[in-house]
Nanobody, 128 residues
Framework: DPLVQSGGGTVQFGGSLRLPCAASGFTFSMYAMAWVRQAPGEGLEWISSIDMSGGTTNYADSVKGRFTISRDNAKNTLYLQMDSLKPDDTAVYYC??????????????????????WGQGTQVTVSA
C-alpha cells in the first residue's frame, strides 16, 4: 500500500492527537498531499493540503487554527496535528495524494477527483 496510516483513537473534548501517514513506493517529495475526513453518515470533507516542500498549506475553515498539516520528506511521512478537538471532529480520517503537478492554492478546495491514492483511514472519536 502506498499510504499507510497509524494513530487515531478516542480523545476527550479539547484534547489533541497526531496522525501519521507513511508513504512508500513513490517519490514522496514530488507530490502534494492532503487529509480528508468522513463523519458518520456524511460525505467526504477535505480538511487540509500541503505542497511538495511543506512551504504552502491550505485548510478548511472548520479546522483552521486548530489543525496543522506537516510533512517530513526525509522520512516519507505526512502528519496531521489536531488540537482543541471537538465532538464534531469525530470521523474517519484519510491521508491522500494529490496528482503529480497539483498546486496547493490557499483559500481553494480541491475537487473530488484531485486525489489519486488514499490511505486506509483511521478512526478519531472525540468524546464530550
Amino acid at each position: 500500500d502506498p499510504l499507510v496510516q497509524s494513530g487515531g483513537g478516542t480523545v476527550q473534548f479539547g484534547g489533541s492527537l497526531r496522525l501519521p501517514c507513511a508513504a512508500s513506493g513513490f517519490t514522496f517529495s514530488m507530490y502534494a498531499m492532503a487529509w480528508v475526513r468522513q463523519a458518520p453518515g456524511e460525505g467526504l470533507e477535505w480538511i487540509s493540503s500541503i505542497d511538495m516542500s511543506g512551504g504552502t498549506t491550505n485548510y478548511a475553515d472548520s479546522v483552521k487554527g486548530r489543525f496543522t498539516i506537516s510533512r517530513d520528506n526525509a522520512k516519507n511521512t505526512l502528519y496531521l496535528q489536531m488540537d482543541s478537538l471537538k465532538p464534531d471532529d469525530t470521523a474517519v480520517y484519510y491521508c491522500a495524494r494529490h496528482p503529480r503537478g497539483f498546486i496547493v492554492r490557499p483559500g481553494t478546495t480541491p475537487k473530488t477527483w484531485e486525489y489519486d491514492y488514499w490511505g486506509q483511514g483511521t478512526q478519531v472519536t472525540v468524546s464530550a
